[in-house]
Antibody, heavy 118, light 107 residues
Framework: EVQVVESGGGLVQPGGSLRLSCAASGFTFSSYEMNWVRQAPGKGLEWVSYISSSGSTKYYADSVKGRFTISRDNAKNSLYLQMNSLRAEDTAVYYC???????????WGKGTTVTVSS | EIVLTQSPATLSLSPGERATLSCRASQSVSSSLAWYQQKPGQAPRLLIYDASNRATGIPARFSGSGSGTDFTLTISSLEPEDFAVYYCQQRSNWPPTFGQGTKLESK
């Protein structure tokens, strides 16, 4: 079965850090681009970050640039999102999504919840 | 950044009826538009890509049309499981952006 499973969310204080992970299975992870997308409570979807299949190309939304870092380990079939200097407005469910042609997202995980609050 | 505006915000229909959802882009995105379905507590699901191509496993009652700035998602005959929130998304210009969503609710 093709799937991705996120983990690593939780409650963190403003200014803190968190590392999200996404474990992929059922497909050749190293052949696919990947994205992180988030959804604040009761709100719509917001693209966060993209990484190419090799990991050599990375893009970020302006709202997280300089604070978040996307990475991947193709040997471990895993995607990561390192989140630093977290703010209340980063509170959201974070989804890992497999990409087709960069930004069409055809496989999604169930998400992991990040809450930034004191 | 391209802004996608979806209408209506909420659509109230009954099973068996035809649903027509609209997505308008602030500038041309050619045919680089996708539609997603999201049910409460679930992840989004890709329905349509490149404006009119159904994703794998998506029933034929879902169809997409349009190009440039105006796009439509049509559900020909609503099934009970189709009541959800629908988002459009463009990949033509960076950054990729989503519409604000249309909630399709059962009347």
């Amino acid at each position: 079965e093709v799937q991705v499973v996120e983990s690593g969310g939780g409650l963190v204080q403003p200014g803190g850090s968190l590392r999200l992970s996404c474990a992929a299975s059922g497909f050749t992870f190293s052949s696919y681009e990947m994205n992180w997308v988030r959804q604040a409570p009761g709100k719509g979807l917001e693209w966060v970050s993209y990484i190419s299949s090799s990991g050599s190309t990375k893009y970020y939304a302006d709202s997280v640039k300089g604070r978040f870092t996307i990475s991947r380990d193709n040997a471990k079939n895993s995607l990561y999102l390192q989140m630093n200097s977290l703010r209340a407005e980063d509170t959201a469910v974070y989804y890992c999504a497999r990409a087709q042609r960069a930004y069409y997202m055809d496989v999604w995980g169930k998400g992991t919840t990040v809450t930034v609050s004191s | 950044e391209i802004v996608l505006t979806q209408s209506p915000a909420t659509l109230s229909l009954s099973p068996g009826e035809r649903a027509t959802l609209s997505c308008r882009a602030s500038q041309s995105v050619s045919s680089s538009l996708a539609w997603y379905q999201q049910k409460p507590g679930q992840a989004p699901r890709l329905l349509i890509y490149d404006a009119s191509n159904r994703a794998t496993g998506i029933p034929a009652r879902f169809s997409g049309s349009g190009s440039g700035t105006d796009f439509t998602l049509t559900i020909s005959s609503l099934e009970p499981e189709d009541f959800a929130v629908y988002y459009c998304q463009q990949r033509s210009n960076w950054p990729p952006t989503f519409g604000q969503g249309t909630k399709l609710e059962s009347k």
